[in-house]
């Protein structure tokens, strides 16, 4: 069988070459490990993060679609990104090209500077890491190659804000059945439930992580995050599931920060969703890099029969 | 019986007016006034203006004043004072010495976006606290904030090499802001990660890191973004009125 996602183009963006390796190492672990190819983008920029569109928002689409021109002319019409950041500024790069005049072409001129030819918008869809395995492999493709069930593991299903708003640039979410709802996201909780896990209700889904002043306003960020694990804990997650670098390694920051400055501890552990499924599909939790997380969470996974 | 709102008759609410009539009818008495009426004479005109000319401020305008923004909100659920709705009234009235007041909180928005997925009417809220921090800080208001501060050094660092190297990010902030980088709980992170980590590996992610990210063949796109941020940067200060040559800033 052959998916419409068996081969495409790969963006790690920045985060993945450093705090959030572990999502890069899980991510192309779990790709191999399915059968899905990632060719990365060759010699990719940032596409802006979440600080230059402060500066000048049109600089954030220049950047980003210069990634999109890369992936144009080395023959994909796909690009995943895992970002949650990432995948946020490659979208809006595309809606604001084809809706916005003056984007095209501030975008259009300093592409001609640089020297490149400049990004059309249509050429090339960009897809979360989500998309990725939900719609390329599904369920049920999941379901038959696991090998080591998430049974008995409670998942508190994390997504954050850039991956739902603002939701005009995310034009296929709520599609109705089998499309991603901007309001209550599903696939993450769609892919780990296949492989077994038992998601707990979690209000909090699409709540703010406060990743944009992670250092910049740190008491607002431990406050928030603290709020998300200790509501996570509430529902009864043993682990929250995240798929963005920034929102984990926040959590993870802000989870230690809560506890050095703040005096409130949480036990709940944060691993990546590529991370979880790696595991259920039997990698050793090395391959998918849980020895890179900050906190950890190896002393949970054996106890849930995940590792050994 | 009557109801009483006792919750909503507050005593310091209570204003008494003699001999008002309306339409020939005598409703004098005592009445709960949440707001008294006032006129405004030292309004600022062309603040909304000012603002809708920095980016994210554009569609000002379109506000009806509906709340649904600070309802949303994430920072005013920690923090009342911060109200994006409120914040929107007074730029369009032009009430300045209001806004003023709280000048110091505007830059915590985060950026969650949950107000500009409330709006029923495209304001973009978030844009127009991104602008309104802007315009405090351009117009001499505020000093700069820790998170302009960030975003510029993050931002140079992308347009100085091409990519983002997340270790000197947090060095350079720290240092910019006067911080010690050995906070306790940065150190008890890397401790912890560093115990579980191949040393190769710790010193590639970790605060010392050796190796430097970059886009090859970069500097023409460098010098192109460059030259906008300037053109930009010139456009946002001749919209509020102040000085563009080199030393204005
Ligand atoms: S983007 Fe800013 S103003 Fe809007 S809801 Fe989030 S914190 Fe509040
Ligand atoms: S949600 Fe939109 S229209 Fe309503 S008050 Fe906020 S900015 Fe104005």
New binding site residues.
């Given amino acids: 069988m052959t998916g419409k996602y068996d081969k495409v183009a790969y963006y790690p963006g920045c985060a993945l070459e450093g705090t959030g390796h572990a999502y890069n190492r899980s991510t192309k672990a779990l790709g191999d490990a399915l059968g899905l190819q990632t060719v990365e983008l060759e010699n990719w920029n940032c596409c802006g993060a979440m600080e230059v569109k402060n500066v000048d928002p049109k600089i954030q689409t220049y950047l980003s679609a210069r990634n999109l021109t890369i992936a144009e002319d080395m023959g994909f019409d796909t690009v995943m990104a895992p970002c949650n950041g990432c995948y946020h500024n490659l979208k809006k790069a595309e809606y604001d090209l084809a809706h916005d005049p003056e984007s095209k072409s501030v975008n259009e001129r300093l592409a001609g500077k640089a020297g490149h030819r400049a990004y059309e918008p249509g050429h090339v869809e960009t897809i979360h890491a989500l998309d990725w395995i939900k719609q390329g492999i599904g369920e049920e493709g999941l379901k038959a190659k696991v090998k080591n069930s998430l049974k008995g593991l409670k998942v508190a299903n994390y997504y954050g804000c850039m991956y739902t708003r603002p939701r005009h640039i995310f034009p296929e979410k709520d599609r109705g059945p089998g499309s991603e709802s901007t309001l209550k996201p599903h696939f993450m909780d769609d892919l780990l439930e296949a492989a077994g896990a038992e998601n707990v209700e979690y209000p909090l889904k699409t709540s703010?992580c406060g990743g944009a002043h992670t250092l910049s306003d740190s008491d607002t960020s431990t406050r928030l995050v603290l709020n998300l694990l200790e509501t996570a804990e509430a529902c009864g997650a043993d682990v929250i599931a995240t798929e963005c670098p920034t929102c984990h390694s926040g959590l993870e920051m802000h989870q230690m920060r809560a506890e050095k400055v703040f005096g409130k501890k949480t036990s709940v552990r944060i691993l990546y969703f590529t991370q979880l499924l790696g595991l259920a599909l039997g990698l050793s939790p090395r391959k998918v890099g849980v020895h890179e997380n900050f906190s950890d969470a190896m002393p949970m996974l054996k106890q849930k029969g995940l590792a050994r | 019986m009557p109801i009483h709102e006792k919750s909503l008759i507050r005593p310091e609410n209570l204003i008494e007016h003699k001999d008002l009539f309306i339409d020939g009818i005598d409703v004098s008495g005592h009445w709960s006034t949440f707001i008294n009426s006032r006129a405004l004479t030292d309004y600022d005109e062309s603040m909304q203006e000012e603002i809708a000319a920095l980016p994210g401020g554009e569609n000002i305008h379109r506000c009806w004043q509906c709340g649904s923004?600070t309802n949303?909100?994430?920072?005013?659920a920690l923090n009342p004072d911060?109200n994006?709705r409120y914040w929107i009234y007074l730029i369009r009235n032009g009430m300045k010495q209001e806004l003023l007041l709280d000048k110091d909180i505007v830059w915590q928005?985060?950026?969650?976006?949950?107000?500009?997925y409330a709006c029923p009417r495209d304001v973009n809220?978030?844009g127009v606290?991104k602008a309104t921090a802007h315009w405090l800080e351009l117009k001499g208001h505020t000093e700069k904030k820790p998170s302009m501060i960030f975003d510029e050094g993050f931002s140079q660092q992308i347009i100085e090499t091409g990519k983002i190297e997340d270790g000197l990010v947090i060095r350079q902030f720290f240092a910019r802001t006067g911080q010690k980088l050995a906070q306790n709980w940065l150190v008890a992170m890397a401790i912890g990660l560093a115990k579980r980590l191949p040393v190769a590996m710790g010193i590639k992610m970790g605060f010392a890191a050796v190796f430097h990210p970059r886009t090859r063949g970069w500097s023409r796109a460098r010098a192109a973004i460059k030259d906008y941020v300037h053109e930009r940067e010139a456009a946002n200060r001749k919209a509020l009125g102040l000085p563009t040559g080199e030393d204005g800033r």
Avoid: G, I
């Avoid at chain 2, 949303?72 to 005013?76: D, E, G, K, Y």
């Avoid at chain 2, 928005?109 to 500009?116: A, D, I, L, R, Y």
């Fill in positions: 703010c | 923004c949303a909100c994430t920072v005013n911060f994006p928005c985060v950026s969650c976006n949950k107000c500009t809220p978030e606290m």
